[in-house]
Nanobody, 124 residues
Framework: QVQLVESGGGLVQAGGSLRLSCASS????????MGWFRQAPGKEREFVAA????????NYADSVKGRFTISRDNANNTMYLKMNSLKPEDTAVYYC?????????????????WGQGTQVTVSS
């Protein structure tokens, strides 16, 4: 059973920064593709960023490209999302996701394991 635990969310002013972390319990963390998704109230869960199993490849939603950076530390079973230049429209619950296999995935249905989410609120 893979457990994912997000942390690092909070309240920040527009233009500010946050770094989210996703810690995994899985022994073979480097064998899992990982991703970040977010869900705002009344909206569907949407793709934010994804990273391949050893971090060679990344993919971003157009809405965050140039502002967010996804990375992973396989030695410590942790994935990160550095968020800069935050906007009020970035406000959402952010979830990390994992699925066995190396390739990039950008849809929620392509991930098997999910964290409980961490709230990010950006004030204007």
């Amino acid at each position: 059973q893979v457990q994912l635990v997000e942390s690092g969310g909070g309240l920040v002013q527009a233009g500010g920064s946050l770094r989210l972390s996703c810690a995994s319990s899985v022994f073979s963390f480097s064998e899992y593709a990982m991703g970040w998704f977010r869900q705002a109230p009344g909206k569907e869960r949407e793709f934010v960023a994804a990273i391949s199993w050893i971090g060679t490849y990344t993919n971003y939603a157009d809405s965050v490209k140039g502002r967010f950076t996804i990375s992973r530390d396989n030695a410590n079973n942790t994935m990160y999302l550095k968020m800069n230049s935050l906007k009020p429209e970035d406000t959402a619950v952010y979830y990390c996701a994992a699925d066995r296999g190396g390739s990039i995935r950008t849809t929620p249905t392509s991930y098997t394991y999910w964290g409980q989410g961490t709230q990010v609120t950006v004030s204007s």
